[in-house]
């Protein structure tokens, strides 16, 4: 497992669209499918990353609560599954299902969603507002599987809820670490 931060890429950038199956319903799903009225969440996460397993109750927490304001949620799992079985989309159905989602769970087999939406890592997270701009791409919170920080979902639940309120999220972001996307042949170096 090698950590790797989200990349701190310019704010502001539409939000790429998508054509996933969901390994719930098992629909296949676009960006105006899963987007909320408020504002957007696209996560980009694995079922055997330390770093998700972490905070996947949290994720499902975030859910139920940020939903019914208005904010869409999904979570994507773009590894290659090929060498990493885990992540498999049967596999993500019963996590997704085990773990209480509420919302849908993509497969993105040719990995160009997360090349689109720059992800590097698991969990990274991509805040968009009403208009489908990012306005965010930061950490959940400081915790991480080996500190002794709670995971509160502090920074992300501030972005959301200043998002909510029409006020300016702050610019200066400490960027989500976790597991690197097991690429098939990775796009950034």
């Excluded at 105006?32 to 397993?53: A, S």
């Excluded at 090929?82 to 996590?95: G, I, Q, R, S, V």
């Excluded at 989602?101 to 968009?128: E, G, I, M, N, V």
Aim: negative net charge; hydrophobic residues 35%.
């Amino acid at each position: 497992m090698a950590a790797t931060e989200t990349l701190q890429i310019p704010l502001g950038f539409p939000a790429p669209d998508f054509s996933l199956p969901d390994t719930v319903s098992g629909k296949t799903l676009s960006f105006q499918d899963i987007r909320g009225e408020k504002g957007t969440l696209v996560m980009f996460i694995c079922n055997h990353c330390p770093y998700v397993i972490h905070v996947k109750e949290e994720l499902a927490r975030l859910a139920k609560a940020y939903q019914p304001q208005g904010i869409g949620f999904v979570a994507i799992s773009s590894n290659d599954v090929e060498n990493y079985p885990a992540d498999a989309p049967d596999k993500m159905t019963l996590f997704a299902q085990e773990n209480g989602f509420t919302f849908p769970y993509l497969y993105d087999k040719s990995q160009d969603t997360a090349k689109a939406y720059f992800a590097a890592c698991t969990p990274d997270f991509s805040l968009f507002d009403a208009e489908n701009r990012c306005v965010y791409r930061g950490q959940l919170d400081s915790s991480r599987p080996k500190n002794d920080h709670p995971v509160t979902g502090k920074d992300l639940r501030e972005a959301l809820d200043a998002l909510l309120e029409g006020k300016e999220i702050n610019a200066l972001q400490i960027p989500s670490i976790g597991c690197n996307i097991k690429w098939k042949v990775n796009p950034y170096s």
